[in-house]
Each structure stands twice: as C-alpha cells, then as structure tokens.
C-alpha cells in the first residue's frame, strides 16, 4: 500500500513539474505563464465565452488567481468581455484565438509526445484512471 502511495505521488509530481516547464518554456516568447494558457485554452474551446467563475472552477484555481489572469489577458489585447463586466462571458479577441491556435498545436504536440508509447487501449484505460482516482480524491471522506 505504501509503494503504491509512493509511485503514485511521485509519477503525479513529475507530470505536474514537467507539465508547469513545458508551459513556461512554450510561453515565454510570448510573456505569459501556465494560467494564462488554460485560461487561453478553456476560451478556444468555448467560443460562446465563459465566465470568470466558470474559468476558475475549469482550471482549478481560486478566484483571484484568475481574476489577475484575466486582467494580463485583456490588457495585452487577448480576450474581451461585454458590456456589462459582473458575470460576463470572456470572449478572445482576433489576437487571442491566434494565439490559442498556436498553443493548440503545441499542445497536440506534447501531449502526442508523453503519450507515443502508449497504445489505444492502455490510454482509455489510464484516463478512465486518472478521473476516477481525481474524483475520489476530491470527495470529502467519512
């Protein structure tokens, strides 16, 4: 029970720190940091918009992070909001679904990369995982 408490904190902690160096690597041409590319990359996948809150519960971060996110965002010419401000989808702006495309495509590429050995079927299986595993840790225990 302890090995397997040991590998899998560990495999988890080096996918996170290589998962945080590979989006600082990616964004610094472009002076962003790794929740500026979920936040980017949660907006490409909604062109409806998403709201602040919605942004914060898709990238699992508090509120304030993303708040700060979202102001370097707009202020480089990224995303627009609306008009009313309170509660109103984030839309990008020509800029920011550019961007998002190129983040996109280096985002197939890492995640081909980690993944190339794996076959179809030991993929299913670990994601299923991976989601199962994450919703139960994230239930309040008894």
Same mark, same amino acid.
């Given at each position: 029970?302890?090995?397997?408490?040991?590998?899998?904190?560990?495999?988890?902690?080096?996918?996170?720190?290589?998962?945080?160096?590979?989006?600082?690597?990616?964004?610094?041409?472009?002076? #962003?940091?790794?929740?500026?590319?979920?936040? /980017?990359?949660?907006? $490409?996948?909604?062109?409806? $918009? @998403?709201?602040? &809150?919605? #942004?914060? !519960?898709?990238?699992?971060?508090?509120? &304030?992070?993303?708040?700060?996110?979202?102001?370097?965002?707009?202020?480089?010419?990224?995303?627009?909001?609306?008009?009313?401000?309170?509660? &109103?989808? /984030?839309?990008?702006?020509?800029?920011?679904?550019?961007?998002?495309? !190129?983040?996109?495509?280096?985002?197939?590429?890492?995640?081909?990369?980690?993944?190339?050995? @794996?076959?179809?079927?030991?993929?299913?299986?670990?994601?299923?995982?991976? $989601?199962?595993? &994450?919703?139960? /840790? $994230?239930?309040?225990?008894?």
């Amino acid at each position: 029970m302890l090995q397997r408490f040991q590998d899998f904190v560990t495999g988890i902690t080096q996918c996170y720190r290589s998962i945080q160096k590979i989006k600082s690597t990616e964004m610094t041409e472009f002076g #962003l940091k790794g929740t500026h590319v979920m936040c /980017l990359f949660f907006l $490409g996948q909604h062109p409806e $918009g @998403l709201t602040a &809150a919605q #942004l914060s !519960q898709m990238c699992a971060e508090d509120k &304030a992070a993303i708040s700060r996110t979202l102001a370097v965002l707009q202020e480089r010419g990224y995303i627009q909001t609306g008009e009313k401000k309170y509660r &109103a989808p /984030l839309r990008l702006t020509a800029a920011g679904e550019e961007l998002a495309r !190129q983040m996109e495509g280096l985002i197939q590429h890492w995640v081909t990369f980690g993944g190339d050995d @794996l076959t179809q079927e030991e993929r299913e299986i670990f994601y299923r995982a991976l $989601g199962k595993i &994450a919703a139960r /840790l $994230g239930e309040k225990p008894e």
